[in-house]
């Protein structure tokens, strides 16, 4: 007679936790939701993620973060003044006081500034000085350049941000500009759901870096400055920054890597798009097919919102676009709980076709 032995009670038992184990793995990934922040340079993804620490953490930004904010301020400070310098120069704009140019060889040295160094007062003096002056505030009107936008904010409040014991605000960090470069990942826990977060590099030497390694992404967020419709591009001052969107745009919503992910489109910075639109008409910088008042904040924002759209080649796919304002933390919040709700719903969805 042959005997077989009968399966170990231990080892078929150690077999179901295993699988067990297994499938509420495979359940708790679905519930992982991974999101793709793209757009050019200077749109202010780097911002929104800012936003999403203060909107979904309790902490926000630590003490030792704000006090490298500091220094990132400074040096944005001193970068903003030195490139609009430097613009002006190649466009023949000159300062219009004599006594501004003595400043200048300190404006353009290097600064070197490490954590809890102040900035020196001479430099102080400078920035002052060069800010005031008629011809300067003349010239970065002309040349266009985005890093003005915080330059005016931050100036504003001088006295306080120069203060020996400057500890920088949530406006003053979500406002600080720093590149990204490569890939950066932020992990936000909502309760039972995970959203992971990728913030690529904008600039065009990046982007060819990443575009296959994120293939179809729960959904991809993609920013595009509104307001840069007359600006150019830090990197490329011939490239207007509204043009280097709609084309990046292009190539994103028509690629194969995305064609399972959700499309979002946030246009951002309305704020500073309605503040301009009336002296500064879309059809001076290229955009002569627009038909209707140029000065109307809703005729030319929503203008822009159909051009975006116009360049998806797949009409039964759907694009959902808001207008944003990255640095408004009440609004944005409102805007990502509308964005949650779709993609929990679109996900769900797909889980059950």
């Known amino acids: 007679m042959i005997c077989f032995r009968r399966p170990d009670d231990g080892s078929a038992r150690r077999n179901r936790e295993i699988n067990a184990l297994i499938r509420r793995d495979e359940k708790a ?14 749109s202010g993804k780097s911002t929104i993620l800012k936003q999403m620490r203060l909107i979904y953490t309790k902490e926000g930004f630590s003490k030792n973060e704000k006090e490298k904010w500091r220094i990132i301020i400074f040096k944005n400070l001193h970068d903003g003044l030195r490139m609009n310098l430097v613009a002006m120069q190649e466009s023949g704009i000159m300062l219009q006081y004599k006594s501004t140019m003595d400043y200048l060889p300190d404006i353009m040295q ?5 954590l809890n160094d102040m900035v020196p007062m001479k430099l102080i003096i400078a920035f002052k000085a060069l800010w005031q002056d008629p011809g300067f505030q003349n010239g970065i009107e002309s040349v266009k350049l985005s890093v003005t936008d915080n330059l005016r904010f931050y ?11 400057f500890t920088p605000t949530d406006q003053d960090v979500l406002r600080a500009r720093i590149r990204t470069t490569g890939i950066i990942e932020t992990v936000f826990d909502l309760g039972s759901i995970q959203y992971r977060i990728f913030d690529v590099g904008g600039q065009r030497s990046e982007r060819r870096k990443w575009i296959h390694c994120f293939e179809n992404v729960n959904a991809l967020i993609f920013l595009a400055a509104i307001n840069g419709y007359d600006q150019c591009l830090s990197e490329d001052r011939e490239s207007n920054q509204m043009q280097e969107a709609l084309m990046l745009w292009e190539s994103i919503v028509n690629s194969h890597w995305f064609k399972k992910s959700t499309l979002i489109l946030f ?3 309305i704020d500073l798009f309605k503040d301009k639109v009336a002296r500064s008409p879309i059809t001076k910088y290229g955009f002569t097919d627009f038909r209707g008042n140029t ?9 822009f919102v159909q051009k975006f759209k116009a360049l998806n080649r797949s009409p039964s796919r759907e694009v959902y676009s808001h207008f944003t304002n990255a640095i408004n933390t009440n609004l944005l919040k409102i805007t990502m709980s509308s964005v949650q709700d779709m993609i929990i719903q679109k996900n769900l969805q797909r889980l059950i076709l």
């Open 295 to 303: 000065r109307d904040p809703r005729h030319t924002s929503k203008y």
């Open 110 to 114: 290097e600064l070197d500034l490490q």
């Open 155 to 165: 100036f504003n409040d001088l006295e306080r941000i120069f203060n020996k014991n």
């Open 29 to 42: 990934s679905k519930k992982v939701y991974k999101l793709l922040l793209l757009g050019s340079s200077e």
């Open 267 to 269: 246009l951002n910075k």
